[in-house]
Structure formats: C-alpha cells, structure tokens
C-alpha cells in the first residue's frame, strides 16, 4: 500500500511540525503570563478586575505579534525559494 499515511517523513514536514509547536507555545505562555499576571496584581493590589483585563489585552497582541512575525518570517522564506 503506497500512499500519503505511508511515506516516511520529510525534512519539511519536521519544520512545518515544528513551527506550529513553536507558535502554539508561544501563544500559549504569553496568554497564560500575562493573564496570569494581571490576576496576581489585581489580587495583590485589590484592582479586581482591571489588571487581569490588562493582562489578557497584552497576552493577545503578544500572540497576534507572534503570529505577524511567523507570517513575516514565512514570507520572506518563500520569497527565496
């Protein structure tokens, strides 16, 4: 049986594998620190809930920076090729 599920994997298939993993941690952390972080300052400082809103506006234009710079990155790449 030959067939895509059969095929060993390539070079680029890591790389794609790896820039998605890379993306995805990314964007998880900085959702979770800085999220987190602004519930630990709206505890600490008593501010419930602004802080941890805060933190969750810059935990998302962290993870769209992100993605702009994969896109950036990835534009480039091909540009090249």
């Known amino acids: ?11 680029r298939d890591w790389q794609a594998i790896g820039t998605a993993l890379g993306l995805g941690f990314s964007v998880v952390s900085s959702l979770v620190l800085c999220i987190g972080g602004g519930v ?3 505890r600490w400082l008593g501010t419930t809930p602004y802080l941890t809103l805060v933190g969750l ?25």
């Open 1 to 11: 049986m030959s067939g895509p599920q059969s095929r060993p994997p390539r070079v």
């Open 40 to 42: 630990l300052l709206d």
């Open 57 to 81: 506006v810059l935990g998302l234009a962290t993870a769209g920076y992100s993605l702009y710079q994969l896109a950036v990155i990835g534009g480039q790449r091909r540009g090249r090729r």
